[in-house]
């Protein structure tokens, strides 16, 4: 069994609906750890110390967050530029994310067509994306596919449901399957 | 009846005329209450008809001196009292049998019976506990170097009496008068030796059991009644009572109800029992006063004036001249010495007891007595005189030498950038968040205790009033940058404000204020950066709140960034309108409500009037 990590980051997390139930799904999970980051360090400082120990207790972290402006909130940033420190997590002596999986859980107002090379936002949730499979390709992590929930402004109770269930599935799947069946990408 | 009421009155009109006249000349309330004193007795306006009645009330109202160090004990843990044992034994000890001896030896030299001189020396000896501690509390100094010696010594002198009470009986020629002792040491007088000793001591264990486990589940069952006059009363009880029970066996009182104090400073009820006291110490002591005040025979000086004025000022030096000795070898500097010497150069209102008491046994002759009197009393007046002479102009002269030298030994290290005001819990805790990230700064406060402190923890301290002018120029204020006030008179704000834009215009200010009314007097006068002292603590305790019932940190840490700017925004807006009086009442509902609309609206789910944060009403309906 797998001790997942799950950095959550939203600034108003009392009003979205869709990562309530998301949180809500995969929060009594045993071994399923979350940090809410806007909880945690509502001024932007951050512990890095702790942040650091928690990351290297479990072998697959998520990043789920809404997806502003093509990216994640900025307090999410903030944390991957202070704990992903070098010589810890890259660089001489920063082995201590090697062979973690990673990915991202993200929310978006716009739908999964509007992504796409026809659509309104002209490139793919996983070209937008580029920036963290790189951090996770430079820390030697396994980067996986992001998990996605589009239209979010209109979605309807029974959907929202059905995606919340996808995400405890994928969440299980995860922290329990002997092998991870899912491709990733691993710089070699 | 009428008699007493009329009485009242006129101690009490006196009192209120007189005391706060004299704390507004920074001469302290002891001298203001003697001065009453001095005004309402027999030789002023004579609303007191001899000596003898004011020599009546100052008995009675002597209660008051037990009192206080029942609640000085109280205040005092006994682990502390421990630690005091070195200050009390050695310092207490030689400063009795030095004065005693001195005196003793100066009036056999001018060719007094040694009999008397020897009752002389004893009770000249002693110091008013009355005067020196009311006033070290006034000054807030009974944890100064200087006041812990002094409370030292003063509570030796308690001891002492008990050795002094059974001198001077032997000094009676041929043992025969012996008799007509009336008795200071109640029924004890005529036990055997050894009973005697065991009845003190029964007695003073009988005080400690007391307050261990007796006065504890009493003042419980009292209090469990709900009656507060008769927890005052109680307490007035266990005062009362010790104070009989001490001199029963011929002890101080003053001693036994320390004694409890201390006993009784761990106990819950120690702020009850502090409160409900304090007011009858205050009025009994400041009655005490008034009747030393009014027992100073001014017949008898006038006529021996240059008699007893030398004698009184003899006795003073003399005095001061052994506590200045003994404050020398314990190390104190020369300002905490002179009032530690100065302050304890009077004589002690229990040498009125030694002197009715050896002129009861015909030590004196009743001249002698009336002599002593006037003496004692001219020295606890003009102790207080003294010290204010030190306190205001001799003190500061020397902090100021203090300061020049210090300034010159300076002038090598390199000057700091920044000037504080002012160190106490606001000031200390700023000066620390600069000290940490590498910001040294110049400090002025005039606590001298204070001072002392940050001098030995390596801060740049000069002692003294910020709205000197040559004060700050030896802070350095032309080479520094900012100037931060941390005190928290407005007044002195003002002025040091005013000093600052007229003598050093480049200087930036940042001052604390209490509140807006005086943020708009500082904005008056120009001043950009001030700071409300309650502004940032209480919106960061109403951050904990919101978060304690449910509220999502980030949020309300905004929101809280927000409250506050606009809190200083509107008060720069209500500024402008302060003056019209109508139109600024209007505005400050105007502005409130805004408050309330931008946070209800901000908390509520429909927030979308004010807050477009992340996600806006019309964005989601696209």
Known sequence: MRKVLIIFA??????SDVNFQLINAVKDLENVTIRDLYELYPDFTINIQEEQEILFEHEVVIFQHPFYWYSCPPLLKQWIDLVLEFGWAYGPGGVYLKNKYLLNAITSGGSQEVYSHEGRNRFTLEEFLRPF???????WMRYLPPFHIGGTHQIQVDELQRKARAYRELVLQLRDEKEISIPYLQKT | MNGFLINAIIFIVAAIICVPIAKRLGMGSVLGYLI????IGPYLLGFIEDGNQGQDIMHTTEFGVVMMLFLIGLELEPKNLWKMKDLILKVGLSQVLNTAALIFEISILIGVNWRVGLAVGLSMALSSTAIVLQSLKEKHQMDSNSGRMSFGVLLMQDIAVIPILAVLPLLVVAGAEMSADSGHGGFLEHQPGWVQTLMIFAAIGLVILMGRYGFGPILNWVSKTKLRELFTASALLIVVGIAFLMELVGLSPALGTFLAGVILANSPYKHALESDLDPFKGLLLGLFFMAVGATINFELISSNASVIISLTLGVMLLKA???LIIGKVRGLSIPENLSFAFGLAQVSEFSFVTYAFALQLGIFAASTSDFLIAVTALTMTLTPIVMLVIDKLIIPKLREKESKNEREADTFSEKNKVILVGFAHFGSTLGRFLRANGIEATVLDFNPDQVDLLRKMGFKVFYGDATRLDLLHSAGAEEAQILISAINSSETNRKLVELCQEHFPHLEVMIRTKNRNDAYELMEMGVEHIYRE???????????VLKKLGFRAHTIHR???QFRKYDEDALKVLF??????EEYISKVKKQIEQQELLLSGELSKKFSLNDQAWDSEPMKNR
Do not use: W
């Open chain 2, 576 to 581: 402008q309108y302060k003056n019209d009086r």
């Open chain 1, 10 to 15: 939203h600034p108003k997390f009392e009003h």
């Open chain 2, 321 to 323: 001249l052994v506590l």
């Open chain 1, 133 to 139: 499979e790189q951090t996770a390709y430079l820390c």
């Open chain 2, 559 to 561: 929101l809280a960034s």
């Open chain 2, 36 to 39: 009453a004193g001095i005004l």
């Open chain 2, 534 to 544: 309650h502004l940032d603590t209480s919106i960061r305790m109403g951050e904990d």
